[in-house]
Structure formats: structure tokens, C-alpha cells
């Protein structure tokens, strides 16, 4: 079904609230999962509530949770979530390292105790809109095999970068699995086969059938599989947090959230060439206008979908699944994601168009 973003994210809020979130770490879990769903993540959207709302009954998640910073070094941040939201902490974690890149030129954020970040992209944009380079990068539990092998041992382990140009930044925003599970269960859902090569079944074989996947295959093969296994290690050392078979509760309602997140925020002004948006601008429009090759629409540099589809959507709506919408409006309606506690229903907002 299509619905307004507006009506999405007033869903979202309605819900949160009435589980106890106070209204700015409501507001802004929901952009969170409202900018997904604008960019076609929706693995990351809507769909993302009922968990959120179980973890929050079973006390995985404390949603008025203010996170706890601490400068330990002139550039080196440690933030404690405190078991809130993701992007409570982690836009917080950014914002902290913007102002300090300032004065530092360079600030590292290592975020623990904290929940799901969701996507990446938004987070390091928020430092290129202050003429920064932003990157980003958070592990998972093993959901991914390590090339060659049979069992998942590895997170998809999201990686994003965001370098200031123009018309808007460079965005990369991507995982170190061929998809996120996420989108696995959006497949399983609908009732969908998964394409060959996303995934082996629990015997360690290619499997279609997303309610049989146990292990996503690492993107671009042995290359995917070192990159993710290196991000798993950084951003284990970085933040003391756990590795691989032991890493949980990013989409489970049975553990606290331990996995860690890196945010690194940079300066270029505070380097002897400055910033240099206009020669990586130029630099991306000749990228752009390169020859295209026989059944390609277009060339894009990273960015570039994300920011089409967010146009379009904001324009037309956004495509969230039937059955998505119900479950959060049966939610907006006091019907609890697994026990009745006897919260109060809210009124749901209409779809809109």
C-alpha cells in the first residue's frame, strides 16, 4: 500500500510513546525508520517496529534512555547507550564529534549498549552537512559465511562514508553480506523466493527459500568475506565489544543489544589542501557522464539512488507492505507485540497518499 511519510512517522511516534518513549527519542527512531522506508530500505522501516516494541516489553530497551559521553582522550569518544535507541545514541555520538572535529580536526565516537542502529547513510550525512567526512561502520550478529565455508560466523557489518560535495555528498552506505536479513524476511513475508547466491541453508547449501536461509553469502566473495571479518574485528577492539557467534540483539527480543559502533568524523579544512568539494564535485559529475555500457539506464555514484527514491517517495508515497501497515496499526490500537500490559490504544493516523 502507498502511504504519506507524514502518516508513517505519526504511526511510529504514536507507538512509541504509549510504550514509554518521551517525545524526541520517539521523533527521532521513527525518522530513522521513516528514512528507510523513503530510500527502499525496507528492511530497515516499518517493518522494524514490532521488534523494536517487543525488546521494549521485555526490557531490552530502555526508550527514555539519555546516553551517557565521556571524552577520554582530546579526539576519542565513549558513548554508553544505556539500552536506548540506536539512533539516540549514535546521532548524539555524531554530533558530539562534529563539534569537536572543529577545534581537533579529527574525532572518533566508540558507541556501546546500544540498540539497532538502523541505516547508516543518515548518520554520516549529518556530518558532511557540516563540510565533514563522516564514516560509520557497526557489526551484527554472524549472519554472514565467511567465503568458502558453511556456517555464518561473521556480521553483514555495515560500512557508510560521506564525503561534502555537490549538488550533495558522495554516500556510501552499504553491508558486507549480498543483502541484509532484513530483506530476507521481507521476502519471507511475502511469501517470496530469494534470488540464488544470497544465501546457504543450515546443511551449507545455496538455498531460494528465505525461510530456510541460515548464512548470507558475503558480497563479491573472498573480498566481502575479508572485508567484513576486518570490520568485525575494528569495531571489536574499538569498542570492546562482542565478536561474531556471540553477538546478539539486533533482531532477536530475547538479549541485550552487544554488538559496538565506530563514528569517525573529519575535518578537511583542518588539512593543508582544505576542503576540496569542488574538485571531488567535478570529479563525481565526470564519473557520471561516463560512456554507458549496452542495458544500463544510467552511470550513479553512490548517493545518488538513495536521493532519487527519497524525491519520488516524499512525492508519491511510500510503498510499505499490507501487512506491515497492519501490524503497526494493530499496535497504534493497544494491541501489544506479544503480551497485553494493558497499555492504552492511540488513535492511528490515516495512510494518506
Known amino acids: 500500500m502507498i502511504v504519506t511519510a507524514a502518516a508513517e512517522r505519526e504511526l511510529i511516534v504514536s507507538v512509541l510513546s504509549a510504550y514509554g518513549a518521551p517525545p524526541a527519542a ?24 514490532p521488534m523494536l516494541v517487543r525488546r521494549i516489553e521485555r526490557g531490552l530497551i530502555a526508550p527514555a534512555a539519555d546516553p551517557d559521553v565521556s571524552w577520554r582522550t582530546s579526539s576519542v ?46 548518520y554520516v550525512e549529518a556530518a558532511a552537512d557540516h563540510g565533514m567526512i563522516g564514516i560509520a561502520v557497526t557489526t551484527s550478529e554472524a549472519l554472514v559465511h565467511p567465503f568458502g565455508g558453511r556456517v555464518a560466523m561473521i556480521g553483514t557489518n555495515p560500512l557508510a562514508i560521506a564525503v561534502p560535495a555537490r549538488p550533495g555528498p558522495l554516500v556510501l552506505d552499504m553491508a558486507t553480506g549480498e543483502v541484509s536479513m532484513g530483506r530476507i524476511l521481507r521476502h519471507a513475508r511475502a511469501g517470496q523466493p530469494i534470488p540464488p547466491g544470497w544465501a546457504l541453508d543450515a546443511a551449507g547449501e545455496p538455498t531460494t527459500d528465505p525461510a530456510a536461509a541460515a548464512a548470507i553469502s558475503p558480497f563479491g566473495g573472498a573480498k566481502g568475506s575479508g572485508l567484513g571479518l576486518a570490520l568485525e574485528v575494528l569495531v571489536a577492539t574499538l569498542t570492546a565489544s562482542a565478536l561474531g557467534r556471540d ?16 563514528f569517525l568524523v573529519a575535518d578537511p579544512s583542518a588539512l593543508p589542501g582544505g576542503s576540496q568539494d569542488g574538485p571531488v564535485s567535478e570529479y563525481l559529475d565526470a564519473v557520471r557522464a561516463t560512456p554507458v555500457q549496452a542495458g544500463a539506464a544510467a552511470v550513479r555514484v553512490p548517493g545518488d539512488r538513495a536521493r532519487a527514491e527519497r524525491a519520488r517517495r516524499q512525492r508519491a508515497g511510500v510503498e510499505v507492505p499490507d501487512r506491515v501497515w497492519h501490524e503497526a496499526l494493530e499496535l ?9 500490559d494493558g497499555r492504552r490504544g492511540v488513535t492511528p493516523p490515516r495512510p494518506g497518499v
Open 26 to 49: 520517539a521523533a527521532l527512531q521513527a525518522r530513522w525508520l521513516v528514512e528507510a522506508d523513503l530510500r527502499d530500505v525496507g528492511s530497515h522501516g516499518l517493518q522494524r517496529l
Open 332 to 340: 497504534a490500537r493497544g494491541q501489544p507485540a506479544s503480551v497485553n
Open 77 to 122: 569518544l565513549v558513548v554508553d547507550g544505556r539500552r536506548g535507541f540506536g539512533p539516540v545514541a549514535g546521532l548524539r555520538a555524531v554530533q558530539e564529534c562534529v563539534e569537536r572535529a572543529r577545534s581537533a580536526g579529527l574525532a572518533l565516537a566508540a558507541v556501546g549498549n546500544a540498540n539497532h542502529l538502523g541505516i547508516l547513510a543518515p
Open 247 to 262: 553477538v546478539h540483539g539486533t533482531l532477536d527480543a530475547d538479549d541485550a543489544c552487544n554488538k559496538g559502533d565506530v
